[in-house]
C-alpha cells in the first residue's frame, strides 16, 4: 500500500463525517496489520466497532443541532497546514472545503476565514509550469509569450492561472494544468471507490456509490481543457440563440486556439470582481440586487433552455462563485436617471456540462413553478416525475427550498424567503441531522444531473447570502417566471391547432398575471416593511 494513500483516507475523513474514523482505523488494521488478528477477530472487531459507533451517532445528532462548528475547524485546520501536504492529497480537501464555503447560512465567520485560505492553494513551481508549457507547446514561456508572470494569480485543485503578453500585444491568462493531475486520476478514481464501497458494506444505508460513476464520467472532462474552450463557444451560441434578451450581459473570454491544447488554455484576460465580493462590486457602482437577479436568470435560462447546440439539450453548472466575475457592462454605460450601471457576467469556467434530458428539463421547470405557486399537487407530481418517490418527495420540496414542507405550501408571497436568522439555522441543521438516512435514499433515486443541478441552487444561494443577505422574494418570482416560459414554449411547439395555441396563449396570460399579482403584493410587503423602521 502506498504511504500516501492511508493519508489521502485520512484527509477525507476530517473533512467528512466524523463517524467514519473508527471504521477506517478498522480498515487499516486489517490491511496494514492482518497478521495480529485472524478473521474471525477481526470480524468481532467490526462488531464491537458498530455498537460504538451507534453511540457515538447519538453524540453527533446533538452536535448537529448546535451547529457545525467542527466541520469548519478541520477543514480550517487542514487548509493551513496545506504547504506540509503532497499536491496528491489535495484534491480531496480543496473541493470539500470549496464546498463548505458557499454555506455561509451556517457559520458566516468561519466560512470567510476558509475562503481566505482557499485564495492560497498550492501552487506548482514555476519549473514545473515551464516544463508543461515547453511540453505543450514547444517552448519556454518566454520564448512562446512576449510576457509571462511566473507568480500565479490563481491556483485550484486542477491548476493554476498566469498572466501573460502574445507577441502581438494582447494580454492572456494561461491556464496550466498542475503536473500530477494525468498521473493521479486514476489513484483519485481507485481511492474514491474504495472509501464509498467499504462504508456501503460497513453501513448499507450509507450508498454513495452514485459518486464514483460521477467521478469517473466528470474527471476526464474536467482535465480536457480544450473541451473546456469548445464548450465556451457553446455556451455563448446558446444564449444568442435562445436567450438573446440577455446574451449582452454574459460573456465568455476568447480563445486563443494556437496556444491552446488539453493541458493547457490561452484565454483573453478580463477584469472583474468576484461575483460574492460585494465591497469591489459596490465600487464599480453596481447595485448587488441586479446581480442576483442576473445570476439567478442566467443559471435558470441555461437549465432550461428547450433546445442547444449541445446534444439533447444542455446544462451550464457553476461551481463555485471564484468562476464567475462581474463587470460592467459597455464602457461608461449608467442606466438612465437611476445612475446605476449594468452588470455582466463573465464566465471562466466551462470544464463540465452536463446533458439535460427533455423530460427532466420540462419536469424540473414544472417543479419549481409548483414551489413558487405553492401548488401542493404540482409539486408532488413533479418530484415524483423527477424520480423522489411517494415517501421522499416532501423532502426533495425542503432540499430544493431550504424550507419545511408547511412553509412550502404556504400561500403567503414571501413562503420560500429566508429570514438568515439564527432560528432559520438551527431549523435547517435540525432537519439535515435527523433526516440524514432519507436524504442519502433520495440521492440515490434522483438522476444524477439533479444533484449537479442542487449544487448549482447552492451557489445561487451562496450569492444571494454575499450580495444582499438572504434569497429575495423577487429571485422567486424570477425563478416562477422563466419556469414558466419555458414550460409555455414547450407546449407551444406540440401545439397542433389553433384551438391548442389558444389554448396556450390562455394559460401564459393567466400565468403573468398571477406573477404580476405576486410581485405588487410584494412592493406592498416592502413598503410595509420601510415603514416600520
Avoid at 417543479?367 to 418530484?383: F, H, M, Q, R, S
Avoid at 440515490?444 to 439533479?450: N, Y
Wanted: charged share 25%; glycine share 4%; with cysteine.
Amino acid at each position: 500500500m502506498s504511504p500516501k494513500f492511508p493519508r489521502c483516507l485520512e484527509i477525507a475523513n476530517q473533512i467528512g463525517d466524523r463517524r467514519v474514523e473508527k471504521v477506517l482505523e478498522a480498515i487499516f488494521c486489517r490491511e496494514e496489520n492482518a497478521y495480529l488478528c485472524d478473521e474471525r477477530e477481526y470480524n468481532q472487531r467490526i462488531e464491537e466497532l458498530k455498537v460504538r459507533i451507534e453511540h457515538r451517532h447519538g453524540i453527533y445528532k446533538e452536535l448537529k443541532k448546535h451547529g457545525i462548528d467542527y466541520v469548519f475547524d478541520e477543514c480550517l485546520s487542514e487548509l493551513k497546514a496545506a504547504e506540509k501536504v503532497d499536491f496528491e492529497e489535495m484534491g480531496w480537501l480543496i473541493r470539500r472545503s470549496y464546498a463548505a464555503s458557499l454555506r455561509a447560512a451556517d457559520n458566516p465567520k468561519d466560512c470567510q476565514e476558509i475562503k481566505e485560505v482557499l485564495g492560497r492553494c498550492p501552487t506548482s513551481s514555476y519549473d514545473q509550469v515551464c516544463q508543461v508549457v515547453k511540453k505543450e507547446l514547444g517552448g519556454a514561456p518566454e520564448e512562446i509569450f512576449d510576457e509571462f508572470d511566473p507568480v500565479p494569480i490563481a491556483s485550484a485543485s486542477l491548476a493554476q492561472v498566469h498572466v501573460a503578453r502574445t507577441h502581438q500585444g494582447q494580454k492572456v491568462a494561461v491556464k496550466v494544468q498542475h503536473m500530477h493531475m494525468t498521473d493521479t486520476a486514476a489513484a483519485d478514481y481507485a481511492t474514491v471507490e474504495f472509501i464509498v464501497n467499504t462504508l456501503h458494506r460497513l453501513f448499507p444505508s450509507f450508498d454513495y456509490r452514485w459518486l464514483v460513476d460521477e467521478v469517473h464520467d466528470s474527471l476526464p472532462k474536467e482535465l480536457d481543457f480544450l473541451n473546456e474552450a469548445k464548450n465556451s463557444i457553446k455556451c455563448m451560441d446558446n444564449f444568442r440563440k435562445l436567450s438573446p434578451h440577455i446574451a449582452d450581459y454574459v460573456y465568455a473570454p476568447k480563445v486563443y486556439w494556437n496556444l491552446s491544447t488539453t493541458k493547457l488554455l490561452t484565454m483573453e484576460f478580463v477584469e472583474g470582481a468576484e461575483v460574492n465580493d460585494l465591497q469591489s462590486i459596490q465600487k464599480l457602482g453596481i447595485n448587488p440586487h441586479d446581480i442576483a437577479r442576473l445570476v439567478s436568470i442566467f443559471s435558470l435560462y441555461y437549465q432550461l433552455s428547450s433546445c442547444s447546440s449541445f446534444s439533447a439539450g444542455s446544462y451550464y453548472p457553476i461551481h463555485v462563485p471564484c468562476c464567475l466575475l462581474v463587470n460592467v457592462y459597455g464602457k461608461g454605460f449608467v442606466l438612465h436617471n437611476t445612475g446605476r450601471r449594468k452588470p455582466q457576467l463573465v464566465l471562466l469556467d466551462h470544464g463540465l456540462y452536463k446533458v439535460l434530458d427533455n423530460s427532466i428539463r420540462t419536469n424540473y421547470a414544472a417543479l419549481w413553478k409548483a414551489l413558487v405557486l405553492a401548488d401542493a399537487n404540482g409539486i408532488k407530481e413533479n418530484c415524483l416525475k423527477l424520480g423522489a418517490g411517494e415517501d421522499l418527495y416532501a423532502l426533495f420540496a425542503g432540499i430544493l427550498t431550504m424550507r419545511p414542507w408547511n412553509r412550502v405550501i404556504d400561500p403567503a408571497v414571501d413562503h420560500l424567503a429566508i429570514q438568515g436568522n439564527a432560528s432559520d439555522h438551527s431549523e435547517l441543521q435540525m432537519y439535515a441531522s435527523l433526516y440524514f438516512p432519507q436524504i442519502t435514499e433520495l440521492l440515490h433515486k434522483l438522476p444524477r444531473v439533479i444533484l449537479l443541478m442542487l449544487k448549482t441552487n447552492d451557489c445561487l444561494r451562496s450569492v444571494n447570502n454575499a450580495l444582499i443577505k438572504r434569497p429575495s422574494v423577487e429571485s422567486f418570482i424570477i425563478i416562477g417566471r422563466v419556469s414558466s416560459e419555458a414550460l409555455i414554449e414547450e407546449k407551444l411547439s406540440h401545439a397542433k391547432s389553433l384551438f391548442g395555441l389558444l389554448r396556450v396563449w390562455l394559460e401564459d396570460i393567466s400565468l403573468q398575471a398571477r406573477f404580476f399579482i405576486m410581485q405588487v403584493a410584494l412592493w406592498m410587503l416592502q413598503f410595509r416593511t420601510a415603514l416600520a423602521l
